[in-house]
Nanobody
Framework: QVQLVESGGGLVQAGGSLRLSCAASGRTFSSYAMGWFRQAPGKEREFVARISASGAYTDYADSAKGRFTISRDNAKTTVSLQMNSLQPEDTAVYYC?????????WGQGTQVTVSS
């Protein structure tokens, strides 16, 4: 069982930056691939970025490439998402995700609002 708690969301102007963090409980954090997803009002939840269990591999949605960076610290059991050059279309609730085999866990989400 893994519990995930996101933080770092807020209100930022277009062109600004935010850093989201996800704190994970559990002794097997380093076994999980971690990811960030987001859901805007009236839209389906969508993939943003993911990182492998070791941290060696990352993958990004096209909308995030070049602007967002995902990282993890297995010793601190945290995963972060650095978001730069934010735009109003990035406004959404951002969710942390942990996945290992059939196990799939979600945090409660953190709101990111980008004003124009």
């Amino acid at each position: 069982q893994v519990q995930l708690v996101e933080s770092g969301g807020g209100l930022v102007q277009a062109g600004g930056s935010l850093r989201l963090s996800c704190a994970a409980s559990g002794r097997t954090f380093s076994s999980y691939a971690m990811g960030w997803f987001r859901q805007a009002p009236g839209k389906e939840r969508e993939f943003v970025a993911r990182i492998s269990a070791s941290g060696a591999y990352t993958d990004y949605a096209d909308s995030a490439k070049g602007r967002f960076t995902i990282s993890r610290d297995n010793a601190k059991t945290t995963v972060s998402l650095q978001m730069n050059s934010l735009q109003p279309e990035d406004t959404a609730v951002y969710y942390c995700n942990a996945r290992y085999s059939a196990a799939n866990y979600w945090g409660q989400g953190t709101q990111v609002t980008v004003s124009s």
